[in-house]
């Protein structure tokens, strides 16, 4: 059994700061605008173990495409809207341009990828397949290439788009520590280097 997508966007809005986000975030009127990673799929398994939907989720990642202006001066007056918009929830909110990721992604991660056409790019280049998920702000669809079995079964697979075996194997093992019903993949285990 897995969940359906009504099923997933019913439960995502349990945790009150992802409710609170799709409610207030179409006021910034971003292009390809997207709530994702942790604080849906996180939510989910909150839940699913019975704890509080938002426990440990450290911040709420929002994702946008303007190929307009690169620069970080215009990625950083879309976040200091959001942050005026959002008042107390402001520190918890990672905004990020997805046409910007190409140029600092490989200086800060150790991998270059090419420069992104969508925001849906960014989601997929996730280290987990699983986690590629992302509600649409400006209708509340949902994007989730992988569909919901992994996820809803907690089995994490290395993203094929995005193979780095060490950042993945430690983001499994964080995974893990929180949720220890978290399986991983054999074929995609991989033990941190000594």
């Known amino acids: 059994m897995t969940i359906t997508t009504e099923q997933f966007l019913a439960r995502i809005r349990l945790n009150p700061v992802n409710h609170l986000l799709l409610e207030k975030l179409p006021a910034l009127g971003l292009p390809q605008f997207m709530l994702t990673a942790g604080c849906l799929f996180q939510t989910v398994w909150n839940l699913k173990a019975g704890n509080d939907p938002e426990q440990g989720i450290k911040d709420y990642d929002i994702f946008y495409f303007d190929d307009h202006d690169l620069s970080w001066e215009a990625e ?112 995609a285990s991989v033990d941190e280097p000594g």
């Open 76 to 187: 950083d007056k879309v976040i200091r809207g959001g942050k005026a918009l959002l008042g107390d929830l402001a520190d918890k909110i990672d905004i990020k341009n997805q046409a910007r990721v190409h140029l600092w992604y490989g200086e800060k991660f150790g991998k270059d990828f090419p420069a992104f056409k969508c925001t849906e790019d960014g989601v997929d280049r996730y280290l987990i397949a699983c986690t590629r998920l992302g509600v649409r702000v400006h209708d509340g669809s949902l994007y989730a290439p992988d569909y919901f079995d992994d996820m809803w079964h907690g089995t994490l697979r290395m993203n094929p788009l995005n193979a780095q075996p060490e950042l993945f194997a430690r983001k499994c093992k964080q995974y893990q520590q929180r949720w220890p019903w978290l399986r991983v993949e054999p074929e």
